[in-house]
């Protein structure tokens, strides 16, 4: 490494231990830094240009740089710049909030809990699940079934839901009464001439026979991404979510659905349930929720598990559960004003009308000889770089190919995130056709490159 003196850099290699990182690699090579945004565009502190191709990390739904919620912080700041919700105690942009979310979600009568992060809004969601089957006499009714390659956080708990290896290995996670049934990857799952209706069904079979064999009565609920995220962007065959409710339903078990990502339009309708005609029992929210301008995440539960939480907390004598920022009103009123400027600009309608185009291109380019899928929905997808496409075989973990080619879309000026092999895209949902063509300009150039040395370096034949 270059001797970086006093920079930022060797301050930040000095000082800061970073999330998602290689920390070995970071030593060497150090961070980049973002200075600032605007519109769907982050500058580094070089002043180069790049497109937010995730939207940070698949969050910043109105873009950089938008006045009106700097202002609403502000102003919230100067009135109020912190309350809590313990013990009855409310604030307005708390209870506005609430009142928007339970009028715009599909869960009839819901009731919101405020947290900080998708990992403590799914935390807190395990922990009411528990509550509630305890408040219906059924204290052997704790399990939770997740899904291989799901993501839903990082705490102990959720990190426990998430399905990926890496966040489990050496953490000694996951913790019991958490299981894991298939990741609905038609592409690598299916048998040679299964349908997608097919495969859906031989799944929910699984699940079936995953909750007869543990026991209905001891299986409280099952949580699902619409479309899962960091697992890849896995989009679901056809038939999946519904084949999936009935197998639920039959069993009294929970649908928990995580919307940290697919909330507030990303699939093309306000919520990933209605895209995929699914009815949760529960709705988790994060990310756009607050455009990310501020931490801020919610869970919404349904009236039964609610009259549930409650007869339990008057039984105990308190909801002993919150967090000293549950309903931080500088984050709710930014909350609130991103939620009012996504209706004002028609936000959702924009990204609807806009995601045949992103999606027409992202289809495309499983032309690429390097590309085995591109799979997408709305405003998200991703392509899976394949080392044998007939094969449908992936190159080596080690080989790096993910990290090459987001290496060469940075160069072009590009953020994407790798996930394995899988390249994935969810651009701030402001985002214009012409930006949307120069997205997938840039990323088509990366993709050349990465062809051109997985080809020199042998890395077919060498897999
Ligand atoms: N759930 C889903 C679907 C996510 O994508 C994420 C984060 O990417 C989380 C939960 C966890 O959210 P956080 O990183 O805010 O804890």
Partial sequence: MTDLGNSPAARDIASVLHPYTNLAVHRENGPMIIERGKGIYVYDDSGKEYIEGLAGLWCTALGFGVEELVEAAAEQM???????????????PAIDLADRLTNMLPIENSKIFFANSGSEAN??????????????????????????????????ASASLTGLPNNHRSFDLPIDRILHTDCPHYYHGANAGESEEEYSARLANNLDEMIMSEGPDTVAAFIAEPVMGAGGVVVPPAGYFEKIQAVLAKHDVLF???????????????????????????????????????????VAINNDMYEGVMEESNRIGVFAHGFTYSGHPVAAAVALKN???????????????????FQARLKALSDHPLVGEARGVGL?????????????????????VGAYISARASDQGLIVR??????????????????????????????????????????????
């Fill in 123 to 156: 935390d807190s969601l395990i922990k009411m699940v528990w509550y509630y089957s305890n408040s219906r006499g059924k204290p052997e009714k704790k399990k939770i079934i997740s899904r291989q390659r799901a993501y839903h956080g990082v705490t102990i």
């Fill in 418 to 463: 790798a996930m394995g092999d899988s390249v994935g895209l969810c651009p701030p949902l402001i985002i214009s056709e012409a930006q949307i063509n120069e997205m997938f300009d840039r990323l088509t150039i990366a993709l050349d490159e990465t062809e051109a040395w997985v080809h020199t370096s042998g890395l077919r034949t060498a897999n």
């Fill in 339 to 357: 939620l009012e400027l996504m209706e004002e600009r028609d936000v959702m309608g924009h990204a609807a009308r806009i995601s045949p185009v």
């Fill in 78 to 92: 100067r009135k109020l710049p912190y309350y809590h919700m313990f013990a009855s105690k409310s604030t307005g």
């Fill in 256 to 298: 928990l659905d995580d919307e940290v990502i697919c909330g507030f339009g990303r699939t093309g309708n306000p919520f990933g349930c209605q895209t995929y005609g699914f009815k949760p029992d529960t709705i988790t929210m994060a990310k756009a929720l607050s455009s990310a301008y501020l931490p801020i995440s919610a």
């Fill in 380 to 400: 998200v997808g991703a392509v899976e770089l394949i080392a044998d496409k007939s094969a449908r075989r992936n190159f080596q973990p080690g080989q790096g």
